[in-house]
């Protein structure tokens, strides 16, 4: 159940990023009540993660794959370009969340 927690936290983190991209600058009401619904919906979900993963995991999960997934939005449904480097960068962030769960203290 933590899991899926943590799992429902990155969804809501990255449809709450997603929206900050629509506001225009917080000009637009429903894509703006959208990022802070989506944040706190997120924050809420992380925390109650925490009481039974390490931090130090859920956090790198959640902040790593929020990362790959806006990351991959950006590219499919707003037309921006990752280049090398950023595609590299992203395969860091994901080796050391990989790295980090392979403590086996959870």
Do not use: D
């Not at 159940?1 to 429902?8: F, I, Q």
């Not at 894509?31 to 919906?41: F, M, N, Q, T």
């Not at 992380?46 to 950006?74: D, E």
């Amino acid at each position: 159940m933590p899991y899926l927690l943590l799992a429902l936290a990155i969804v809501s983190e990255v449809a709450a990023t997603s929206c900050l991209k629509l506001t225009e600058g917080f000009s637009r009401l429903w894509p703006s009540l959208g990022v802070g619904i989506g944040y706190v919906l997120s924050f809420a979900l992380l925390g109650k993660a925490l009481k039974h993963i390490p931090v130090s995991v859920a956090y790198a999960v959640w902040s790593g794959a929020g990362t790959a997934a806006v990351a991959g939005i950006g590219v499919v449904a707003f037309g921006e370009h990752l280049g090398k480097a950023q595609w590299l960068g992203l395969a860091l962030i994901i080796v050391g969340v990989v790295a980090l769960n392979l403590r086996g203290s959870h």
